[in-house]
């Protein structure tokens, strides 16, 4: 499938500093329309939640898509989550394999980090009451070798490919995700709990011991008890003390008894 067939536009550079930042620049100063897709074969500067870089060297997915949603800004956070959706179900089509969502934002395969969501909003508009646009940003492992990741991450993160040992075709991938976002991003509209309800069946940290790294710098240690419905995730400390986390990370204290360091 070539990209110009598609039904939307795909802006394709073979690199850039962040298809976000220029996914932004563009709906800000040109217009783009809702759909419109920025795919790079590599980034310089990718970016990740946090303020954190993200290592988009050659044979991964960097994938920026203008949405244009007509949502309440507090629903926001829900893009996120239903961007963890449609990537899943896209990755598990085109490659199946099994993906897990470790919230709020990180794919997970076979215990490991393959890819990251990065959603960002523009600026809140007084004149209508609302966001007038936002980026889902969409980095996947996927046919990169492992050599090519940085030392720090070979613990933690892992590719497609090197599960499989197979080349995926990265314009399947971008197909299947496209269609899959934006008709996720549509059911948003009416219906947040089915997609909850989704999300929640591939829960990463369900279950587990986890810590929640508080914006305030504080360390709450816990376990993973699932998605709310408005987006938050609930962690329970072995005291009972209940904790709905909106910001700040959450990290994996322990799997299968063995601590995680
Ligand atoms: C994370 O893991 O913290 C999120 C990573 C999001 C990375 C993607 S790659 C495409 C898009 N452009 C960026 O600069 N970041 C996102």
């Known amino acids: 499938m070539a990209y110009q067939d598609l039904p939307y536009e795909v802006v394709h550079l073979p690199l850039v500093d962040s298809t976000n930042r220029l996914a932004l620049e563009l709906a800000r100063r040109e217009g783009k329309k809702h759909g419109t897709v920025i795919l790079a074969d590599q980034q310089s500067g990718g970016r990740g939640r946090g303020s954190r870089s993200f290592s988009s060297p050659p044979g991964g997915l960097y994938i920026s898509v203008i949405l244009r949603p007509q949502l309440p800004v507090d629903d926001l956070p829900h893009i996120t989550l ?24 990180d794919l997970y395969a076979q215990g490991k980090k393959i890819g990251g969501i990065l959603t960002e909003a523009s600026a809140y508009s007084n004149i209508t009451k609302s966001i007038p646009f936002v980026v889902a940003g969409i980095g996947v492992n996927l046919n990169t070798p492992l050599e090519f990741l940085p030392d720090s991450l070979h613990d933690n993160a892992a590719s497609l490919y090197s599960f499989s040992g197979v080349t995926y075709e990265i314009s399947a991938l971008v197909e299947a995700l496209i269609g899959t976002l934006l008709k996720e991003v549509d059911l948003l509209q009416d219906n947040k709990d089915n997609m909850v309800m989704r999300w929640q069946e591939r829960d990463y ?39 709905p986390v909106l910001a700040g990370d959450i990290a994996i204290t322990e799997i299968n008894g063995l601590k995680i360091k």
Do not use: F, M
Not at 89 to 96: C, L, N, P, R, S
Not at 220 to 227: A, H, N, S
């Open 205 to 243: 940290l369900k279950g587990k011991s986890i810590i929640w790294q508080t914006p305030a710098g504080d360390n709450i240690r816990g376990t993973g008890k699932g998605l709310l419905p408005d987006g938050r995730y609930l962690l329970t400390t072995s005291g009972g003390d209940d904790y």
């Open 82 to 105: 239903a961007t963890g959706n449609a990537c899943a179900d896209a990755i598990e089509q085109v490659t199946g394999i099994k993906i897990k969502l470790k919230w709020p934002n």
